[in-house]
């Protein structure tokens, strides 16, 4: 059995949970968010824990075993805490500025990028060189953040670029003379 999949889920007070058939729907105090399941993985609520049960041992309901449990433990987290991810911009001339929603980023290219995100994302910018993305939506905060940091991935020699906080960039070494 699935050692994540067997794990119960505790629902925190708060948090409403609807199970009907095959969807499930998480409202808590930051929103609300659902998710469908497919194959043969049972769930069962009793009062405030969650199991979740395979019928068979097919490889493919193994591995969703696992995942419905751990998208379910993800919806509770989001609409109970939040996530978000930080990113630092590295370089000079580097900044990010939120004029309304619109995210314009100066990033060394001859002109500013313009990012618009998704409604159920919050973008922040305390400092011009850091850029906080958060939401309820695990996946949706994740795609974000990647996709900002592909405007201006860091490359390995002088380490500029847009890089996740606390991200260690391997570094190569430059050219060096000749003798």
Do not use: C, W
């Amino acid at each position: 059995m699935s050692r994540i999949g067997k794990k119960l889920i505790e629902i925190p007070k708060g948090v409403n949970l609807n199970i009907a058939g095959r969807k499930i729907d998480v409202t808590g105090p930051k929103g609300k968010l659902s998710m469908e399941t497919t194959g043969e993985i049972n769930i069962t609520q009793n009062g405030t824990e969650i199991t979740f049960t395979r019928e068979n041992d097919l490889k493919k309901n193994k591995a969703l075993h696992g995942l419905y449990r751990a998208m379910l433990q993800n919806l509770i987290t989001g609409v109970t805490e939040g996530y978000s991810r930080k990113l630092e911009l590295v370089g000079i001339g580097y900044k990010a500025e939120l004029r309304g929603t619109h995210l314009i980023l100066q990033l060394g290219y001859s002109h500013p990028i313009i990012f618009l995100p998704p409604a159920d994302v919050k973008l922040e910018v305390p400092v011009p060189t850091n850029i906080i993305i958060s939401g309820i939506d695990k996946q949706l905060v994740g795609l974000v953040a990647a996709k900002i940091r592909a405007f201006r991935a860091p490359e390995p020699y002088k380490g500029k670029g847009i890089k996740y906080e606390g991200e260690k960039i391997r570094r190569k070494a430059g050219k060096t003379a000749a003798k």
